[in-house]
């Protein structure tokens, strides 16, 4: 089926080509910027890389306005060293991106267009301290779900970026674990903060792995290429599986009341997500994507002027260049 997939949707492309790249695909070797691949893949990685990468950036938001209340000096330069990374993150990927032929520049005029999303997660707030560590365990928990696989991704330089994002990602996840479980361990008023972040952010991070297998429109041709390994369902199984027993070992509790062991899978049944919201925020509807989006706007107007300063460095740079040959 699969196959069929990558044919159909490059159909006025050389069907030897085609065969060649899927062979390749097949055989599990990578596709590096210089080698032929189907117009297809080359898009469908642009769309993936870059809104992973707009994701980074926008990630930023939510966690960075926490800086300066942290509780402490060390939990300050713990978030802001975790806030630096995922500005690397995003640069990591911006760079894989533009090995495809788009720079950095016009992904961001896409974004800004509303042409490329983000992940819908980060258009949640974040109202108080223990929201921090329930980003960190939960959000950069899903992250992580997601990413370790794209370490396997059929593509050279984004199955390389996630080898050292995905290792700075798990240090994201124990650090928002650590501040959990201080806070469940803590005061009784302590223990409700998590407990209520904990109900804010369990359906969202769930939300994260996409629509179901059922409903998404990528997930089928995207695992032909090996663009994606698993399925959104799989990732999503996977994430609560984990996540439950750390849960209890904190003495939280899931929201999920139809949440149960199904031995017969070897996991848990639980509720799917309301997939109308998720759908909602996307479209833009959701609490905070008018402020992020704003934040982005004046960041890029902002930093006009270096780009331009930049672009006229290297066009002075390239004209002595011409002029001295």
């Not at 992973?52 to 330069?77: D, Y």
């Not at 990927?93 to 800004?112: F, H, I, M, N």
């Not at 996991?267 to 609490?287: C, H, L, T």
Request: aromatic share 10%.
């Amino acid at each position: 089926m699969y196959a069929q997939m990558v044919t159909s949707e490059a159909s006025n492309e050389d069907p030897e080509k085609l065969a060649a790249f899927q062979a390749r695909i097949d055989a599990g070797e990578k596709i590096e910027p210089k080698d032929w691949m189907p117009e297809g893949y080359r898009k469908t990685l642009i769309r993936q890389i870059g809104q992973h990468a707009h994701s980074e950036i926008v990630g930023q938001l939510p966690e960075g306005n926490w800086i300066t209340r942290a509780p402490t000096l060390e939990r300050k330069a713990i978030l802001l060293a975790k806030v630096q990374d995922e500005a690397g993150h995003g640069l990591y990927l911006y760079c894989a991106a533009e090995t495809l032929g788009v720079s950095r520049d016009e992904l961001t005029e896409a974004l800004l267009a509303g042409k490329m999303k983000y992940s819908s997660i980060f258009n949640y707030p974040t109202l108080n301290w223990a929201d921090i560590g329930a980003v960190g365990w939960l959000v950069d928990g899903a992250a992580i779900m997601n990413q370790v696989p794209l370490q396997r991704t059929s593509f050279g330089p984004y199955s390389r970026a996630m080898i050292r994002i995905c290792k700075e990602e798990s240090f994201h996840q124990r650090q928002g674990y650590d501040i959990m479980m201080k806070m469940a361990q803590g005061t009784p008023e302590q223990k409700a903060m998590a407990q209520d972040a904990l109900n804010r952010f369990w359906y969202p991070s769930l939300m994260m792995f996409g629509p179901s297998d059922r409903d998404s429109v990528h997930s089928a041709q995207s695992m032909a290429w090996k663009i994606k390994i698993n399925t959104n369902d799989e990732l999503r199984q996977k994430f609560v599986d984990q996540t439950v027993p750390q849960a209890e070992y904190l003495g939280l509790t899931i929201p999920d009341p139809d949440l149960k062991w199904n031995e017969e899978k070897g996991g848990y049944d639980f509720s799917e997500p309301d997939w109308s919201e998720f759908f909602e925020v996307i479209k833009g509807n959701g609490p905070c994507n008018a402020e992020r989006m704003e934040a982005r706007q004046k960041a890029w107007d902002d930093g006009a002027w270096f780009r331009d300063g930049l672009m006229a460095h290297a066009k002075k740079r390239a004209a002595a260049r011409v002029a001295a040959e």
